[in-house]
């Protein structure tokens, strides 16, 4: 089946705009996970959601991101005055069921390369 | 707070040669733990994981992990290693949800 896709997979914008980042992730995962990816780094957390709401959101560098997952399966990632130290590649992961231990393998999607001028 | 030390950032092999990737972790619980390989492009793909019971686990493509409890460590490795295999692996850690990951080796494969 089709696996976790995201759109754009590239983004370029300039300092003060406003972007939103989308993630579909495999039909029937229940849990959905945001990663942030800066060059030479591994991917960092940003927040994870269980069904429609955040349950983990601690990742969220400022107030300037946010994320909505307003039906329990797409998930946009919005991006607010976007600072040049945002560019990195935003991964989105989805997982079939959260929390258990066996079964909390994630899937990742190809990312999207967002790069702010 | 969990982490992930991948003391390596670079390593080259020879073709046919083999393998070995160093994984740290730090978890106040019994870990669980993946290794991930990213290709240029491409999205992060799990080659395998330890959740409990046996500490050597295979994964994909000939990968093999050992999961040493008193040595925190979970290092990969591969006894022949192909040119295809060049690519960044990452290893992580969690907790009950959240991976957290180091920051990454990349291995180069020399003719």
């Known amino acids: 089946g089709a696996g976790v896709s995201q759109t754009p997979s590239n983004k370029v914008t300039e300092k003060g705009k406003y972007v939103e980042l989308r993630c579909d992730p495999i039909s029937g995962h229940t849990a959905l996970y945001w990663y942030r990816q800066s060059l030479g780094q591994g991917p960092e957390f940003l927040i994870y959601f269980q069904g429609t709401g955040a349950a983990d959101d601690s990742g969220l560098p400022n107030d300037r991101f946010f994320a909505v997952r307003p039906e329990g399966s797409v998930s946009t990632l919005k991006i607010q005055r976007t600072e040049r130290g945002d560019s990195a590649v935003y991964l989105c992961a989805s997982s079939p069921k959260p929390g258990l231990a066996d079964v909390n393998e994630q899937f990742f999607g190809p990312g999207t390369r967002l790069t702010v001028l | 707070a969990q982490s992930v030390t991948q003391p390596d950032i670079h390593i080259t092999v020879s073709e046919g040669a083999s393998l070995e990737l160093r994984c740290n972790y730090s978890?106040?619980?019994?870990?669980?733990l993946f290794w991930y390989v990213q290709s240029p492009g491409q999205g992060l793909q799990l080659l395998l994981k330890y959740f409990s019971g046996d500490t050597l686990v295979q994964g994909i493509k000939g990968f093999e992990a050992e999961f040493k409890r008193s040595q925190s460590s979970f290092n990969l490795r591969k006894p022949s290693v192909h040119w295809s295999d060049a690519a960044e692996y990452f290893c992580?850690?969690?907790?009950?949800?959240?991976?957290?990951f180091g920051k990454g080796t990349m291995l180069l494969v020399s003719p």
């Open positions: 992580a850690v969690s907790g009950y949800s959240t991976l957290t």
């Open positions: 978890y106040g619980a019994t870990p669980y």
